[in-house]
């Protein structure tokens, strides 16, 4: 069949550009625009250039020194999280029923705390946590552990992570559990007869199959935890000190706070380059791992 | 290597149907076994049953007398093949195909022995080094094939359609490398398939089941010539065994008001049973309509190159009958010629054995 070739399906795509513009590519340009130059108020600008990137990356700059403290920390956050959430989703994955009722009441369960908005979140653990009137906190303290989240930030960052895990590690057990699924039971079958272990059977089988959504995983729980603002500011609000300050609560601090707009706009243009590296990277892998896999043939 | 004992064997999935009726039966150690029957007749029922994948739900399963009917697969020491191919992503093929001994424990030496030995059956030695998952679907069916094939000491050898995948022209040679490894390595094999070609092929004994139960189990040969159930007849052979009511008395068969002789005298049969008489199309032919035989009307000519079936109707009644080589077919009219030693009786579907 031929193509027709009519140059006024462009303006098909014409609402979209518009929404587009107005709701990225203008405020994302208003941002570049504000990053390279500096503002003593009254809404008058002096060209300063790469300026603020330099103070950025230079850690002896005040900027610097709170930017790349910030990123060290979030990293680290990031990193724990994952390191947590991810085999404890899996572990929780191979852990629910294959079928019956009590999928659906494990799905329900688990969906709960997906459901929550992040403030709601934050409000639950902060009042949860504080060593007065909440259940944690006091009973922690009665049991003899001096725990306090507002002035210690080993505790600080305990009880955040606490809170991402309980949080968000249904998401990776919903998106394991799904890849579980999807293995047709001859493979189990076939691992059985060929006497493999539980262990074998989930290095050979379930994790290679879940391999895929693992990756899906990690990358949205990397992202979600590498943006984290709504928790930590409700419940330690970045404290105690700077302990608990990410990259999203620093910035905010610069732009709301100090309002030095040039210098909150680089660090948001840093801040969304190195998530769309991250973003790059992640697909880059995805569409490889595909390539590997050439058509699967035949059915379950 | 072991004898297979069925013994009072049952099996239903709930629901107060069975889908494997009681059966008790033999499957001696070292025989090619075919479990022939249309789909949805139990038998991957009965073979996950032997595998352990399945328990049933009444009965036995003795692997050399032992009762092993609610041992685990693992404890069983059976191999399966399954429908489609089942591939260790991970792992490069060679690592597939030692995965079963390396569970075991077998030492590296003899894995890799025995691993460059099926590898070498099945011509997969130039992939060994190779990731099983980037194959072709007729390789990773080897692939699952050898898996089945390369421990030295199963009890038997499962096969669930395994051939499904796999191209046809491969189908031919690979149904032939399988019946050359029975010679070879002596093993018990259980073949599951709906094809009679594949089973007629590859087995000694075909057992052909009918819903939810085994009605007959015997040589090709016994399967083709003397069918105990009209299902047989019916499902082996191409076309299938013409099956006709009749009024069957002493060495009579009433047809459509016409008498067809017998070979042997049946004044035993059951009373009230539905009596039909069986017979192959190759043992009836065509011939010019006479006042001696049976007259029926012609439908088609089915020419299969080597031999012409006249697909003819005797009133209602469908019925296949050979066109003799070298005979014009009459136009629409043919009167049938029967060979008396190869009509069978069947009383409710079942053989009735006649008195000499």
Known sequence: MDKTINNKAWFLVLPVFLIVAFSAVLPLMTVVNYSVQDTFGNNHFFWNGVGWFKELLDPSTDLGDRFLNSLGRNLLFSAIILAIEVPLGILVALSMPREGW???????????????????????????GRPDIGL?????????????YVSNSFDAWCTIIVMDVWHWTSLVALLC???????????YQAAQIDGASRWAVFTAIQLPKMNRVL???????????????????????????????????ELVK????????????????????????????????????????PQTTGGA | MARIDLVDLAHSYGGGTYALKPMTMTWRQGGAYALLGPSGCGKTTLLNIISGIVTPSQGKVLFDGNDITHASTRERNIAQVFQFPVIYDT????????FPLKNRGLPRDKIAARVGEIAKLLDLTPYLDRKAVRLSADAKQKISLGRGLVRPDV?????????????????????????????????????????QTEALTFADTVVVMHDGAVVQSGTPEDLFARPAHTFVGYFIGSPGMNIVPAGVKGREAVVSGHVIGLNRSYDNLPAGGKIEIGVRPEFVHVADPAPGLLSAQIERIDDLGRVRFARVRIGDVKFAATVPNGVAVPEKTVGLVFDPAHIHVYSDSLLVEGRA
């Open chain 1, 102 to 128: 009590r999928v659906a009441a494990c799905l329900v369960i688990l969906a709960l705390p997906l459901l929550i908005p992040w403030n709601v979140v934050g409000t639950i653990w902060q009042i949860f």
């Open chain 1, 136 to 148: 944690l906190g006091y009973t922690l303290n009665k049991l003899g552990f001096d725990y306090n």
């Open chain 1, 177 to 187: 559990y799904a890849g579980l699924k999807s293995i047709p039971d001859a493979y």
């Open chain 1, 215 to 249: 990756l899906i995983a990690v990358l949205l729980r990397f992202m979600d935890s590498f943006m984290i603002y709504t928790e930590p500011f409700v419940v330690t609000g970045g404290g105690p000190g700077n302990s608990t300050t990410f990259v999203s609560i």
């Open chain 1, 254 to 293: 610069i732009a709301l706070g100090q309002f030095d707009l040039g210098k909150a706009a680089a660090l948001s243009l840093v801040y969304n380059l190195i998530i769309l590296i991250v973003c790059w990277v992640f697909y880059t892998v995805m569409t490889n791992a595909d390539r590997e896999r």
């Open chain 2, 91 to 98: 792992m490069t093929v060679g690592e597939n195909l030692a």
């Open chain 2, 155 to 195: 009890a038997a050898v499962l096969f669930d359609e395994p051939l499904t995948v796999i191209d046809p022209h491969l189908k031919w040679e690979l149904r032939s490398k399988l019946k050359a490894l029975h010679q070879a390595l002596d093993l018990t094999m259980i073949y599951v398939t709906h094809d």
